[in-house]
């Protein structure tokens, strides 16, 4: 990554002309612009539509959360991680986190012994 700290905080990190600069365009057209870019790219590629760049932001969502949390509690993370998906409550970023398997339960089947469960039936 170039250095960022001489760029305008206001500015885009990503515009047409390059890394941190103005622009003044709808937020759908920005969206257009570099989702066409990208789809230049899968052509090239011939990549189908499991890859889309929404799946590029779902696996650096996870990588994010997962990196986040080995330092942080949950609720931290999630509150930074709002900020960065645009989700406006936590139960629906915990949603999202679930839908991308970003945030699984850890796993308790070690708690059922086998041998216990014929004894709790009878």
Known sequence: ????????????LFTPQGIGGEWTASENDKRNYF??????????FGLGTDYGLYSFRHT?????????????????????LMLITGHSTIT???KYLRD????????????FDSTNKDKDKT
């Open 100 to 111: 991308i398997d970003a945030a699984l339960p850890d796993d308790y089947s070690h708690l």
């Open 35 to 44: 989702s066409n870019r990208f789809k230049k790219v899968k052509d090239h």
């Open 1 to 12: 990554m170039p250095d960022l700290s001489k760029k305008h905080k206001d500015h885009f």
């Open 60 to 80: 650096f969502i996870t990588k994010l959360y997962r990196e986040m949390a080995k330092n942080e509690s949950p609720m931290v993370v999630k509150s930074k």
């Open 92 to 94: 629906a970023l915990d």
